[in-house]
C-alpha cells in the first residue's frame, strides 16, 4: 500500500452505554478509495466524525494526512473534506454565492477562486446549477454543491457519509462517476455506504464494519473468495454470521 492518508488505532467511542466503535485498526492508502461498509448502526458515521474532528474518540487514535485528529485537528481539518446528511446551505444564495462565500473561508482571492469553480465544474458538471439559487435546486445539484463545498480548499482526503441516499438515477450516477474521476485525480477518498454494489464499483479495497468492529478489510474479489460467494452483499452477511452473538 501507498504511504496511509488516514489510519486509525484501536478508535473506541462510547455513547453512554452504547459501544459504537470497539477499537477499531485500519490505514487507507493515498490516491486509494476505501469502502467503509455496514448496516444502520455500525458505526460508519461515528468512524467519519472522528475523523473530520467533529466528535473525539473515547479511545484510541487517528491520523488524517500524518496528522493527529487529537493534537493537531486544524491541520486534520485543512486536508479534508466532508460530506454527510447534515449540512444545510442557504436557500437565497446560488451555488456560486455559496462556493464563493465557503472560498473567502479557506482564503482564496477571487482569481483563485474563479479558477477553482471552473474547476469543480468541469469535476461536477455543475453547469446551470452555479446560478440557480438552492430553493430551486433538486437534491442532485444541492448535492453537486455540498461536494464542490467540501472539495473546494482541495483536501487529499475526502469522506462521503452515504452521499447518494435520496438522489435519483442520474444524481446517483453522477456522483458516482465524480468519486471515480476524483479518485484517479491522486485524491483519498473513504466512503461510506450501505449499498453494497456502489463500493463494489468504486472502491478499491473494502472493509465491513458491524456493531462497531471491523471484520473484514480487503478488496472486493478477496472478500468473495474469503466467504465463499460471488456475492458481496452475502460475503458481508457470512462475515457477520460469524461473529459470536
Ligand atoms: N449522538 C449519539 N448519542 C447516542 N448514541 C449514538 C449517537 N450517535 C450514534 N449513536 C449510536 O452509535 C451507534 C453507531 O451509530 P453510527 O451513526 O455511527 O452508525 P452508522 O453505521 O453510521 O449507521 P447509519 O447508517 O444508521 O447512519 C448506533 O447504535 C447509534 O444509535
Same mark, same amino acid.
Given at each position: 500500500?501507498? $504511504?496511509? /492518508?488516514?489510519?486509525?488505532? +484501536?478508535?473506541?467511542?462510547?455513547?453512554?452505554?452504547?459501544?459504537?466503535?470497539?477499537?477499531?485498526?485500519?490505514?487507507?492508502?493515498?490516491? $486509494?478509495?476505501?469502502?467503509?461498509?455496514?448496516?444502520? +448502526?455500525? +458505526?460508519?458515521?461515528?468512524?467519519?466524525?472522528?475523523?473530520?474532528?467533529?466528535?473525539?474518540?473515547?479511545?484510541? $487514535?487517528?491520523?488524517?494526512?500524518?496528522?493527529?485528529?487529537?493534537?493537531?485537528?486544524?491541520?486534520?481539518?485543512?486536508? /479534508?473534506?466532508?460530506?454527510?446528511?447534515?449540512?444545510?446551505?442557504?436557500?437565497?444564495?446560488?451555488?456560486?454565492?455559496?462556493?464563493?462565500?465557503?472560498?473567502?473561508?479557506?482564503?482564496?482571492?477571487?482569481?483563485?477562486?474563479?479558477?477553482?469553480?471552473?474547476?469543480?465544474?468541469?469535476?461536477?458538471?455543475?453547469?446551470?446549477?452555479?446560478?440557480?439559487?438552492?430553493?430551486?435546486?433538486?437534491?442532485?445539484?444541492?448535492?453537486?454543491?455540498?461536494?464542490?463545498?467540501?472539495?473546494?480548499?482541495?483536501?487529499?482526503?475526502?469522506?462521503?457519509?452515504?452521499?447518494?441516499?435520496?438522489?435519483?438515477?442520474?444524481?446517483?450516477?453522477? /456522483?458516482?462517476?465524480?468519486?471515480?474521476?476524483?479518485?484517479?485525480?491522486?485524491?483519498?477518498?473513504?466512503?461510506?455506504?450501505?449499498?453494497?454494489?456502489?463500493?463494489?464499483?468504486?472502491?478499491?479495497?473494502?472493509?465491513?464494519?458491524?456493531?462497531?468492529?471491523?471484520?473484514?478489510?480487503?478488496?472486493?474479489?478477496?472478500?468473495?473468495?474469503?466467504?465463499?460467494?460471488?456475492? /458481496?452483499?452475502?460475503?458481508?452477511?457470512?462475515?457477520?454470521?460469524?461473529?459470536?452473538?
Amino acid at each position: 500500500m501507498n $504511504e496511509p /492518508l488516514v489510519r486509525l488505532k +484501536g478508535l473506541a467511542k462510547r455513547y453512554g452505554n452504547t459501544e459504537a466503535l470497539r477499537g477499531v485498526d485500519l490505514e487507507v492508502g493515498a490516491g $486509494e478509495a476505501f469502502g467503509l461498509l455496514g448496516p444502520n +448502526g455500525a +458505526g460508519k458515521t461515528t468512524t467519519l466524525r472522528i475523523l473530520a474532528t467533529l466528535i473525539r474518540p473515547s479511545a484510541g $487514535e487517528a491520523w488524517v494526512n500524518g496528522r493527529s485528529v487529537l493534537r493537531d485537528p486544524l491541520a486534520v481539518r485543512r486536508s /479534508l473534506g466532508i460530506v454527510n446528511g447534515g449540512m444545510g446551505l442557504y436557500e437565497r444564495l446560488t451555488g456560486r454565492e455559496i462556493l464563493h462565500f465557503f472560498g473567502r473561508f479557506y482564503g482564496l482571492d477571487p482569481e483563485e477562486l474563479d479558477a477553482r469553480i471552473r474547476w469543480l465544474d468541469e469535476m461536477l458538471g455543475l453547469g446551470a446549477v452555479l446560478d440557480k439559487r438552492v430553493e430551486a435546486m433538486s437534491s442532485g445539484m444541492i448535492q453537486k454543491i455540498v461536494v464542490g463545498r467540501a472539495i473546494l480548499h482541495r483536501p487529499p482526503v475526502l469522506l462521503l457519509d452515504e452521499a447518494t441516499q435520496g438522489l435519483d438515477v442520474f444524481a446517483r450516477r453522477a /456522483l458516482l462517476d465524480f468519486v471515480q474521476e476524483y479518485k484517479a485525480s491522486g485524491h483519498t477518498i473513504v466512503y461510506s455506504t450501505h449499498v453494497l454494489p456502489e463500493a463494489e464499483e468504486v472502491c478499491d479495497r473494502v472493509g465491513f464494519l458491524h456493531r462497531g468492529r471491523l471484520l473484514f478489510v480487503g478488496s472486493v474479489a478477496e472478500a468473495k473468495e474469503r466467504y465463499a460467494t460471488d456475492s /458481496l452483499e452475502r460475503a458481508f452477511i457470512r462475515a457477520a454470521e460469524e461473529v459470536p452473538a
